[in-house]
């Protein structure tokens, strides 16, 4: 492990990790959820709606590693709607629109100026489950003024994390596009099943950022086969004041 200020760039996950991902989705499925018996709405609490959609995205993902991140999340729509008894109050529009709500999600408070703090010391990249498209959209919104050297989409890979496809894709594009080897990158995300697990086993140092409510990424606990994490934070800010203490 290299102290924090060694690396030479830092690998986000996007969703989760720089935009609140969980309460954009739970927002955007209202939609959906409006539509439920005041039982059946007790039954689906916001854990477990986000539980739900976390398991049909990733079937849905590895049953068809191409299909581009919208059009995924319409399947999924569609998945949880069934599961409801609600498909039949289901319209194009509303798949549509959760399928496009991703641009919407908002960042966590800390993201913007963390990003332009860290951006300071290191060459800062992303490795997003999305579109190139979806991406832009967010970038051009609630990632507005943050400045990435380097930005790799499963669309643009072909697979969708955690396959490893995905890490190595990031390890040798850092190195051709911006001269920093994989031992210098650290993969820095939230979810410790579609990135960090992962991202060791393609040897890639990690730093997980413990965003909280967290019903999607994981704990510890839960993996069979653990972790060892390089670095762990509370926040992103957390992390940043860490950089600029070993930096100052």
Same mark, same amino acid.
């Given at each position: 492990?290299l102290? @924090?200020?060694?690396? $030479?760039a830092?690998?986000?996950?996007?969703?989760?990790?720089? %935009? #609140?991902? *969980? =309460?954009?989705?739970?927002?955007?499925?209202?939609?959906?959820?409006?539509?439920?018996?005041?039982?059946?709405?007790?039954?689906?609490?916001a854990?477990?709606?986000?539980?739900?959609?976390?398991?049909h995205?990733?079937?849905?993902?590895?049953?068809?590693?191409?299909?581009?991140?919208?059009?995924?999340?319409?399947?999924?729509?569609?998945?949880?709607?069934?599961?409801?008894?609600?498909?039949?109050?289901?319209?194009?529009?509303?798949?549509?629109?959760?399928?496009?709500?991703?641009?919407?999600?908002?960042?966590?408070?800390?993201?913007?100026?963390? @990003?332009n703090?860290? $951006?300071?010391?290191?060459?800062?990249?992303?490795?997003?489950? %999305? #579109?190139? *498209? =979806?991406?832009?959209?967010?970038?051009?919104?609630?990632?507005?003024?943050?400045?990435?050297?380097?930005?790799?989409?499963?669309?643009e890979?072909?697979?969708?994390k955690?396959?490893?496809?995905?890490?190595?894709?990031?390890?040798?594009?850092?190195?051709?596009?911006?001269?920093?080897?994989?031992?210098?990158?650290?993969?820095?995300?939230?979810?410790?099943?579609?990135?960090?697990?992962?991202?060791?086993?393609?040897?890639?140092?990690?730093?997980?950022?413990?965003?909280?409510?967290?019903?999607?990424?994981?704990?510890?606990?839960?993996?069979?086969?653990?972790?060892?994490?390089?670095?762990?934070?509370?926040?992103?800010?957390?992390?940043?004041?860490?950089?600029?203490?070993?930096?100052?």
């Amino acid at each position: 492990m290299l102290d @924090l200020k060694s690396y $030479g760039a830092l690998s986000f996950d996007c969703y989760g990790t720089l %935009v #609140d991902w *969980e =309460s954009g989705i739970v927002k955007a499925l209202r939609s959906l959820t409006e539509n439920l018996s005041s039982d059946a709405a007790t039954k689906y609490t916001a854990k477990k709606l986000l539980s739900r959609y976390a398991y049909h995205e990733g079937r849905i993902q590895k049953q068809y590693p191409t299909l581009k991140y919208p059009s995924i999340l319409e399947q999924v729509y569609d998945e949880l709607a069934k599961e409801m008894k609600l498909q039949d109050r289901v319209t194009s529009q509303d798949r549509a629109a959760f399928g496009a709500s991703i641009g919407t999600w908002p960042a966590f408070p800390d993201t913007i100026a963390a @990003l332009n703090e860290l $951006g300071k010391y290191f060459k800062l990249v992303i490795l997003s489950n %999305v #579109d190139k *498209e =979806s991406f832009n959209n967010t970038l051009a919104g609630p990632l507005s003024g943050v400045q990435f050297d380097a930005v790799y989409v499963a669309e643009e890979i072909g697979s969708y994390k955690p396959d490893l496809r995905n890490f190595e894709y990031l390890a040798k594009h850092c190195e051709e596009d911006l001269h920093v080897p994989r031992e210098r990158i650290l993969q820095t995300a939230y979810a410790l099943f579609h990135d960090l697990t992962a991202a060791k086993k393609s040897g890639l140092d990690v730093c997980w950022i413990e965003r909280k409510p967290n019903a999607m990424g994981g704990e510890k606990e839960d993996l069979e086969d653990g972790i060892e994490l390089d670095y762990s934070f509370r926040s992103l800010k957390e992390m940043a004041l860490a950089v600029d203490t070993a930096s100052s």
